[in-house]
């Protein structure tokens, strides 16, 4: 007979093995077709593109440190690129994504394997389609384990779901992205909000289904949220209960309880759920954050309900969570600020600077060309910018032309500060300053550099809130304010003890937020803006990180099937 012990043992080398081969399916190759699917939603039935059928598209998991292939076959009508948003995917720039950046599109009929390198990254991200405005219905999550034989920085959960927030319009999204190009004007708001793609319960045909999370009392439950919504910041809350936030961005962070949270496009939040309540339904729901309500935006809720198991409550309505107003600037920069990392005094943390920047986010306009009408203010053209550039997409990648030394496709000498210095938080400006210049300029970093950018919001045309996001590098998020950056006084106040590590951070109107990173990825990474409308005017650039002294900090070469121009 075997002693418990000798059980116990066996059973764990067995736990063990069931590992191991778990953790090789998790390395497997996907295979995903980007194609048109039908899809019914507030009372109307449209096509949209979607991954193998699915909206939101499949989940994808992955184990720490693991290298996963997936085969994306384009069945649609459109060229259409996959990213992988948070993954830094160390020296593998070439399966990134963004079209004109790092790849030309995948064309209609073509595949594309893509190598997606995870390293140290723990917690939820996502995946979307990143060319023209597909990714509206083309994303997913991503949820990457902690390697197999370590352990979650907090109890393990009882159970986890992938809360995705997204928008619908009723409209092809292609149509919508044409018209507001065409015109120069704002694009059409969006008709809904969704929760794992249902708008939920407050919209026309949608009640019988709405998403709903069924729940066991006093357990934990993991929320792995993710804002893949196209234009809007959200609020979202779960009635009656509080969300204990432990990670951000797939980094954790030091847990705190919170009634709500803030999300930008781009940004994910890992939250546990305890269900300590009585049994019976409880809603969550989402709705924008917005800091400017002179701009048009969709101010509807999205729901879906919390049920547990064992009641349904008697019959009794659902209590409706609290939700900050719509330009609640405090409510949502006082949940951004209280993000700490869990790490203490990290050695990864930049203490020192080689490389400063301080650039302008700004909305603009130029002015409308020949005899077109522009719907834009006073007959304008809408645009954005980044230190008063404007990014124009190349037709040739620039990952390729760096690659290859083509000649003429961008430039280098992205400005490293302003080119003009004057109150960008004022209330006015003379026309002149709304208009900036077209052009396609990079900014070019030394492997090893140790950099800080400042994003310095501007009120021109009309300040709002930008999520800027990073590829290939997640950033300390050292600073906020409002107001303009002082370059002498706003430093000393820096955090660079437990700052968030975060690859996307959320500017606040009339305001500037300090990152810093290491630049230790070589490449070619783009940085914009995660609100879709303002990365189509051009509120976007490109790092190119230079080849370290070793092979090992050296950018290999593309894989065969990279698509064609
Ligand atoms: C945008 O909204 C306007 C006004 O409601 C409407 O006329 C137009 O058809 C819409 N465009 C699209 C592409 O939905
Ligand atoms: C959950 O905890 C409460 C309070 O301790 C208790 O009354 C209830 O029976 C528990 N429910 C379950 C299913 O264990
Ligand atoms: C949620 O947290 C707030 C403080 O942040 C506290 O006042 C409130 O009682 C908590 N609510 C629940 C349901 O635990
Ligand atoms: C939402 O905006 C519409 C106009 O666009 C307005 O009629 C409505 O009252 C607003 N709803 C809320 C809840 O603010
Ligand atoms: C938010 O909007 C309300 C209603 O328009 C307004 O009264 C309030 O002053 C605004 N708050 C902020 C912080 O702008
Ligand atoms: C972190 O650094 C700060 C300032 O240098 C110091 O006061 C603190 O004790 C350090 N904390 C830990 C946990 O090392
Ligand atoms: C103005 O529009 C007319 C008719 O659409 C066209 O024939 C003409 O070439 C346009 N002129 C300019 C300067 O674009
Ligand atoms: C910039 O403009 C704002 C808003 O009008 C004003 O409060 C601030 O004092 C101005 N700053 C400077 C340095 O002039
Ligand atoms: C932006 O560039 C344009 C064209 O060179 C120039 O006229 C304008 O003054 C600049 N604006 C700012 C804010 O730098
Ligand atoms: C529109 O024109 C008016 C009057 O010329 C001017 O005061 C205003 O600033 C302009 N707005 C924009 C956004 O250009
Ligand atoms: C690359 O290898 C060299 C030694 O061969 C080592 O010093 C360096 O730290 C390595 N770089 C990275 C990014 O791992
Ligand atoms: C699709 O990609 C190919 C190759 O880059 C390009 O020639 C073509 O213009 C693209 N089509 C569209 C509609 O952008
Ligand atoms: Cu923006």
Not at 112 to 129: M, P, Y
Not at 141 to 161: M, Q
Not at 535 to 561: A, C
């Amino acid at each position: 007979m075997w002693s418990a012990k000798k059980w116990k043992s066996a059973l764990q080398a067995l736990s063990f093995l069931l590992v191991l081969f778990l953790h090789r399916q998790a390395s497997a190759d996907y295979n995903w077709v980007v194609k048109e699917s039908t899809y019914t939603r507030l009372c109307s039935t449209k096509s949209i593109l979607t991954v193998n059928g699915k909206f939101p598209g499949p989940v994808l998991r992955a184990y720490a440190g693991d290298i996963v292939y997936v085969n994306v076959h384009n069945r649609g009508r459109y060229n259409i690129t996959i990213h992988w948003h948070g993954v830094k995917q160390p020296r593998n720039p070439w399966s990134d994504g963004p079209e004109y950046i790092t790849q030309c599109g995948i064309q209609p009929g073509g595949s594309f394997r893509q190598k997606i390198i995870f390293s140290v990254e723990e917690g939820t991200l996502w995946w979307h389609a990143h060319s023209d405005w597909s990714r509206a219905t083309v994303h997913g999550a991503i949820i990457v384990y902690p390697k197999p034989g370590t352990s979650y920085p907090f109890p393990k959960p009882y159970a986890e779901v992938p809360i995705i927030l997204g928008e619908w319009w009723k409209s092809d999204v292609m149509e919508v992205l044409d018209e507001f190009v065409r015109t120069g004007g704002t694009p059409n708001v969006s008709d809904a909000y969704t929760i794992n793609g249902q708008p939920g319960d407050l919209y026309p045909c949608s009640k019988s289904e709405t998403f709903k999370l069924s729940v066991d009392q006093n357990k934990t439950h993991l929320l792995r949220i993710v804002n893949a919504a196209m234009n809007s910041i959200l609020f979202f809350s779960v009635a009656n209960h509080n969300l204990t936030v432990v990670a951000a961005d797939a980094a954790y962070t030091a847990p705190i309880s919170t009634p709500y949270i803030t999300i930008s496009p781009g940004q994910t939040i890992d939250a546990l759920l305890f269900t300590d309540q009585q049994p019976g339904r409880y809603y969550m729901a989402a709705r924008a954050y917005q800091g400017n309500l002179a701009i048009g935006f969709d101010n509807t809720t999205t729901t879906s309900i919390v049920e547990y198991k064992d009641g349904n409550g008697n019959g009794k309505t659902a209590p409706f969570p609290y939700l900050p107003y719509y330009n609640n600037t405090n409510a949502a920069f006082g949940f951004f600020n209280r993000l700490k990392s869990l790490a203490i005094n990290q050695t990864d943390v930049v203490k020192t600077t080689t490389t400063r920047m301080v650039s302008t986010v700004s909305v603009n306009t130029f002015p409308c060309l020949g005899n077109q009408t522009c719907e834009g203010p006073n007959g304008t053209r809408l645009a954005a910018s980044m230190n008063n550039i404007s990014f124009v997409d190349p037709r040739v990648d620039i990952l390729q032309a760096y690659y290859y030394y083509i000649n003429g496709v961008y430039k280098e000498g992205f400005p490293d500060f302003p080119p003009l210095i004057f109150n960008f938080t004022a209330e006015d400006f003379p026309l002149i300053l709304e208009i900036p210049e077209r052009d396609t300029k990079v900014k070019v970093l030394e492997y090893g550099s140790d950099v800080e950018i400042v994003f310095q919001n501007t009120n021109l045309v009309a300040g709002i809130d930008h999520p800027m996001h990073l590829h290939g590098h997640s950033f300390h998020i050292v600073g906020t304010g409002f107001g303009n950056f002082d370059v002498k006084k706003d430093p000393l106040s820096f955090n660079l003890v437990d700052p968030p590590l975060r690859n996307t951070v959320t500017v606040p109107l009339s305001g500037w937020a300090a990152v810093r990173f290491k630049a230790r990825n070589p490449g070619v990474w783009y940085l914009h803006c995660h609100l879709e409308r303002h990365l189509t005017w051009g509120m976007d650039t490109v790092f190119i990180v230079k080849n370290g002294k070793h092979p090992n900090e050296t950018l290999p070469p593309p894989p065969p099937d990279m698509p064609p121009c």
